[in-house]
């Protein structure tokens, strides 16, 4: 076991899908914080990711290209700087 504290969830949306939402600590899960529906990527900034495919928590998974795990307190490695 690593000493490490960090976790990869690697079963969750892209760790790069953004929405205006999700700068608002309420609590609500990433899927249903969005009431606009509009959803950007960090990498690009724009409704498509890198791999030109729509942004959206139902498609940003581990079966897109340019996927990025999610991190969380828990055992793997930390988040990036």
Same mark, same amino acid.
């Given at each position: 076991?690593?000493?490490?504290?960090?976790?990869?969830?690697?079963?969750?949306? +892209?760790?790069?899908?953004?929405?205006?939402?999700?700068?608002?600590? !309420?609590?609500?899960?990433?899927?249903?914080?969005?009431?606009?529906?509009?959803?950007? +990527?960090?990498?690009?900034?724009? +409704?498509?990711?890198?791999? !030109?495919?729509?942004?959206?928590?139902?498609?940003?998974?581990? !079966?897109?290209? +340019?996927?990025?795990?999610?991190?969380?307190?828990?055992?793997?490695?930390?988040?990036?700087?």
């Amino acid at each position: 076991m690593s000493d490490n504290p960090w976790l990869r969830l690697a079963d969750g949306p +892209c760790a790069m899908l953004r929405c205006k939402e999700m700068f608002y600590d !309420n609590g609500i899960p990433l899927a249903e914080r969005s009431g606009s529906g509009i959803y950007w +990527c960090h990498h690009t900034h724009k +409704c498509l990711g890198p791999d !030109n495919a729509l942004v959206a928590p139902d498609e940003c998974g581990p !079966n897109r290209s +340019c996927y990025e795990a999610l991190v969380q307190l828990g055992q793997s490695d930390p988040p990036p700087v």
